[in-house]
């Protein structure tokens, strides 16, 4: 209810603004341009519309730059599992082949396509 209430002021007293600047005219000087009898509420209401672009842009960058952090925290994490269980995980011997044998559990998988060349590049 209070929402409703402050909103309604301020829409009020926009309204009271925008009339009693309606027959007040500016010039604006832009680097390349300059512009003569601009209405003063046209100004105020681009140098608004500015602000609203300006600030979607820098939420979007702090929302973008959380996104990418949160993604390499949990990399990180994971990277920092892996190698907790790498650490753990018995040492495979080699083969005569000079192959490393799958862990254990699975070989009781079915061979998939090719797993055999796959193989060759995993690390020991």
């Known amino acids: 209810m209070v ?8 829409i009020v007293l926009l309204a009271v603004l925008v009339s009693f600047n309606l027959k007040f005219t500016t010039s604006i000087s832009v680097v390349w341009a300059q512009f003569h009898d601009v209405p003063v509420i046209v ?5 608004f519309a500015l602000g609203v672009v ?7 960058g ?7 952090k949160r993604n390499l925290e949990r ?14 995980r018995e040492p495979a011997a080699p083969r005569r082949d000079g192959e490393v044998p799958p862990p254990a559990g699975e070989d009781e998988q079915p061979a998939k396509a090719g797993s055999r ?3 060759r590049f995993r690390r020991p």
């Open 75 to 88: 990399l990180s994490q994971d990277i920092a599992q892996r190698r907790e269980e790498l650490s753990t």
């Open 43 to 47: 100004v105020a209401l681009l140098s």
């Open 3 to 10: 929402r409703i209430i402050v909103t309604a002021t301020l």
């Open 62 to 68: 702090q929302y973008l730059h959380r996104r990418s």
């Open 117 to 119: 060349f796959l193989r």
């Open 54 to 60: 300006y600030s979607l842009v820098l939420y979007v």
